[in-house]
Nanobody, 124 residues
Framework: QVQLVESGGGLVQAGGSLRLSCAAS????????MGWFRQAPGKEREFVAT????????FYAASVKDRFTISRDNARNTVYLQMNSLKPEDTAVYYC?????????????????WGQGTQVTVSS
């Protein structure tokens, strides 16, 4: 079992920044991927970013590329999502997830463990 706890959400004005954290505990693996997803009211959960815990390689959704940065601190078992130039359309509950497999994925069904989510609200 893996437990994930997100923090760092809040209310910010458009153009502002937030940094989300995801602390992992339990049977985590350094060979897996960690990802961030988000879900806005009335919409499906969507992929945001993912990072390899071993190599640090990253991949982003087109909608956040060049504005968001995913990073990890393996010593702290923590993954971060730095969000800059925030837009009202970034408003959502953000979830951290631990992959089922060793390969990179943008599909939520290929992530096995999920955090409880943290709300991000961007005002215009």
């Amino acid at each position: 079992q893996v437990q994930l706890v997100e923090s760092g959400g809040g209310l910010v004005q458009a153009g502002g920044s937030l940094r989300l954290s995801c602390a992992a505990s339990g049977r985590t693996s350094s060979t897996y991927y960690m990802g961030w997803f988000r879900q806005a009211p009335g919409k499906e959960r969507e992929f945001v970013a993912t990072i390899s815990r071993s190599s640090g390689s990253t991949f982003y959704a087109a909608s956040v590329k060049d504005r968001f940065t995913i990073s990890r601190d393996n010593a702290r078992n923590t993954v971060y999502l730095q969000m800059n130039s925030l837009k009202p359309e970034d408003t959502a509950v953000y979830y951290c997830a631990h992959s089922k497999y060793y390969n990179r994925s943008t599909r939520s069904e290929e992530y096995e463990y999920w955090g409880q989510g943290t709300q991000v609200t961007v005002s215009s």
